[in-house]
């Protein structure tokens, strides 16, 4: 077996031993309610921050191995601990009554750093779906060529003018060219006339050549001196990681090689995987073959001794399980025909108390004073699990114990010292069959047996003359009462294909192409004092670290997965709130950049005049719906979501009928399910403008977006202008530009970088450094976000019901801690009243 192999096994074992730990404590607490508030926090809060460890672990497991057989564990544990970490996430929210969680203090305990707490996207979710993406921006791109070919048009239109507008151009061309060969002529006669006036004051003073000597060393000892102190100071700074090396930009020789190697192991993981498919069906088949009879056989004999053991035990024939109950798997079982027997019994007691419940109910036997005080003990049973927390059930748990369970089972002991190309194991594939073709016999003999036991009924029945005849005139049970058949909304469009309603969506511009930005360009800073401030009974801002976590856990992570949709805590709609500039529109493409899903465009303005009347609103939101439900995942983008929720229209915007989505809004959430992978996100600037009860209502999930704070916006500033074509150099100070430009967004950032660093001004960089203060003229054209406008974000989130509960939660811990404070000052009060005393 090879070394990387061995490196990796090594790996996942560690892995493995780390979620033992991390399961049994997670049982532990589980068992003992905790009272304590931030107790209960802190320990959800450590599980969230290893559960994330393991993550990443098995994510860089899933990328390395080769093997198809154990990629379906880690595929399995990978999922399932991605689940868990959501719904740690959903109950720490529930907990503190904020979105936004802090990890500083944990981190410090467990010598852990912010890098630690990055959530990486993991690729397989995006492998998985590339061909299916790129069809779709295909057929998009074709759809627009076709619908808007005007629009290429305009572009060469603009390269085509009249013969008088060419000539008038190369005239002003031609007298600029003249004009700078003057200016470049004067300037050589001015420096010349300066050379010669400064000979002639010179001419009369000689220096000795000794002297000129000893001038001339001294200026180059010390030209030298100062820049070999430059180059120490690089290194140092180098050294010391506080300046990146001249290539850190540039890709290494290594990186380079291990590009190679990842795009060739990802040829040879999908070899692999398509062999062992290949495999399952031809192992099926000779299993099948060779002991499926046998197999089948063998099920009837165990099932025809049951019948024998049953009857000599009772005295009569069982009844046969039902398919729910699991057929004749439940005889499979290790149990003695008694406790089959038992509990069939059990059974049938439990059906004849339950209905005897439901006729007390019908007819009210129950008296009020009991009801009364049932209705009290119920109570106070609740008060006492509202004081006492308790660990909610988790959905994916099993899922991780199963893959764990798997692991210890077989690839822990496993000998693979034969397997040097990691092919699929043959054994293992049996096994596997064996169980699916016993379940596929188990349903036929399932079958054969009923009619076989029903048959052996009649025939000792008969034999014994206890036939029962058949009453004539039996009403049949349930005979008039019509079940209630559930509401199924209309298909508005029976007669059309998806195809049809995709090309009119986007020919409406209803479906737009989002722009190709990885969530990753979001930069911004972990906030360091998080956890400190809060404990200080001080509220803070959140990072725009915190706001790129949250998108990937309440969007990228659902929509890339169909069983995180389906088990983990669903999230229909988010709200971005905040002042213009700070990313709200780059976050939603990112979304849907990092999901590969469709963007439909429902905001106010882009829907004027579209569809006008109330019955095309409603087909175009049922066409939406429709459409993003089958061609998954999908996300409905609102922008200037406040509109729709006005609380007063403005005059200069009544034409637009920006309310015209507020009543169909509900309904549309409403049908969104688990599976569905639909995600609606609402992006406003001014939410205080809407009113605020239907607008929170319908908005769960509200993310509020600051400005950013310092150290996020010296991450920007050197991302920006790298990537404009910058160059950083010790002339250029990022600490003092990010102190300066505080209450600019990265909008205000972005645009400055972009009227700074011209075409010309990155070809002057070598000669003139790029300095802060040109900066400062583009920034002063803009308005910066104030404390008035972030107050006002503030307020109106400490009005939205999450807002409420955080600031009523921190009343009350504020009351109880000043409580244990006069307690405090009471004793030592009686202790000063007594030695005064004394004295």
């Not at 559960?51 to 994510?59: A, F, K, T």
Request: aromatic share 8%; proline share 4%.
């Amino acid at each position: 077996m090879s070394f990387i192999v061995l490196t990796y096994n090594t790996m996942w074992a560690e892995t493995n031993m780390a979620l033992h730990t991390l399961l049994a404590q997670e049982t532990d607490a589980e068992a003992q309610p905790e009272k304590d508030r931030v107790k209960v926090f802190k320990m959800l809060a450590t599980f969230y921050v290893k559960y994330i460890e393991i993550l990443h672990n098995m994510e860089v497991l899933y990328d390395q191995m080769v093997h198809p057989q154990k990629r379906i564990v880690i595929y399995q544990v990978l999922v399932g601990v991605i689940g868990r970490i959501l719904e740690l996430k959903n109950e720490m929210v529930q907990l503190e009554y904020s979105e936004f969680n802090f990890f500083d203090d944990v981190l410090q305990d467990l010598k852990l750093t912010p890098d630690c707490l990055e959530i990486h996207i993991p690729k397989c979710f995006l492998m998985e779906k590339v061909k299916v993406v790129k069809d779709r921006e295909n057929v998009l791109a074709r759809i627009l060529s076709e619908t808007f070919p005007h629009s290429v048009e305009k572009k060469e239109g603009i390269r085509s003018m009249t013969l008088e507008e060419a000539i008038h151009i190369i005239q002003i061309s031609e007298r600029a060219r003249q004009g700078r060969l003057r200016a470049k002529f004067m300037c050589d006669i001015r420096t010349e006339e300066k050379r010669e006036r400064l000979a002639k004051l010179h001419s009369d003073s000689k220096w000795d050549t000794e002297f000129a000597a000893t001038y001339i060393q001294k200026h180059w000892h010390g030209y030298k001196e100062r820049k070999m102190v430059k180059k120490l100071r690089e290194e140092e700074l180098m050294f010391l990681g506080m300046k990146p090396s001249p290539d850190f930009l540039k890709l290494s020789d290594a990186h380079i090689q291990a590009e190679k190697m990842a795009s060739k192991r990802r040829m040879v993981q999908t070899t692999h995987e398509a062999e062992y498919l290949k495999a399952i069906p031809v192992t099926k088949k000779s299993l099948w073959e060779q002991e499926g009879t046998e197999i089948k056989e063998q099920m009837k004999e165990q099932i025809r001794q049951w019948f024998i053991e049953c009857r000599n035990l009772t005295g009569r024939f069982p009844d046969y399980p039902d398919v729910e109950e699991g057929g004749s798997l439940k005889i499979f079982t290790n149990k003695t025909p008694e406790e089959v027997y038992a509990e069939l019994i059990l059974k049938k007691e439990e059906e004849e108390r339950k209905k005897k419940e439901k006729e007390m109910e019908a007819n009210k036997i129950a008296r009020p004073k009991i009801v009364k005080k049932a209705k009290k003990s119920a109570e106070s049973v609740n008060k006492k699990e509202e004081e006492s927390w308790t660990m909610q059930p988790s959905n994916f748990l099993p899922e991780v114990k199963e893959g764990h369970e798997t692991y210890k089972e077989i690839w822990l002991i496993r000998n693979e010292t034969g397997n040097f190309q990691q092919m699929h194991d043959v054994q293992l594939i049996r096994e596997h069959v064996r169980r699916d073709l016993e379940e596929e016999l188990r349903i036929q003999v399932d079958e054969l047996m009923r009619q076989e036991l029903k048959n052996l009924k009649l025939i000792i029945d008969r034999d014994e003359g206890t036939v029962k005849k058949s009453k004539k005139g039996r009403k049949k049970k349930g005979k008039g009462r019509k079940k209630k058949k559930k509401k199924r909304e209309k298909d508005l469009t029976p007669d059309r294909t998806i195809e049809g309603l995709y090309q009119e969506l986007v020919e409406e511009r209803i479906i737009v192409r989002p722009m190709n930005i990885p969530l990753s360009d979001f930069k911004g800073d972990y906030s360091y004092l998080g956890s400190v401030l809060r404990q200080a009974a001080i509220e803070p801002m959140p990072s725009l670290s915190d706001v790129r976590q949250l998108i990937t856990l309440y969007g990228v992570l659902p929509l890339a997965s169909q069983a995180l949709h389906e088990k983990g805590p669903l999230v229909k709609s988010i709200l971005l709130a905040g002042p213009s500039g700070v990313g709200k529109t780059m976050l939603v493409h990112a979304l849907c950049t990092e999901t590969g899903a469709n963007l439909f465009d429902l905001s106010a303005q882009n829907i004027v005049g579209k569809y006008p009347s109330k019955s095309e609103l409603k087909m175009l939101v049922h066409m939406v719906f429709k459409v993003a439900t089958l061609l998954q995942p999908s996300v409905v983008w609102i922008g200037d979501a406040e509109k729709t929720f006005y609380k007063k229209v403005p005059k200069n915007q009544r034409e637009l009928e920006p309310k015209r989505l507020k009543s169909m809004f509900p309904k549309f959430l409403k049908s969104i399910k688990p599976g569905d992978r639909v995600l609606v996100v609402g992006t406003s600037q001014r939410p205080f403008d809407a009113s605020l009860k239907p607008f929170c209502k319908n908005y769960k999930k509200i993310i509020l977006i600051p400005r950013p704070d310092y150290a996020s916006r010296k991450l920007f500033w050197k991302s920006i202008i790298e990537q404009q074509g910058g160059i950083l150099t010790s002339a250029l100070d990022l600490s003092s530009l990010a102190k300066v430009t505080d209450g600019y967004t990265q909008g205000h950032i972005v645009t400055a970088a972009q009227a700074v660093l011209s075409e010309l001004r990155i070809k002057h960089q070598r000669k003139r450094p790029l300095t802060a203060i040109e900066f400062m003229a583009p920034l002063s054209w803009q308005d910066p976000v104030y404390r008035e406008e972030e107050e006002l974000f503030k307020d109106w989130y400490a009005k939205t019901p999450m807002g409420k509960m955080r600031a009523q939660m921190a009343i009350r811990s504020k009351e109880d801690g000043d409580t244990k404070g006069k307690g405090k000052d009471k004793g030592t009060d009686k202790g000063r009243g007594k030695t005064k005393k004394k004295k």
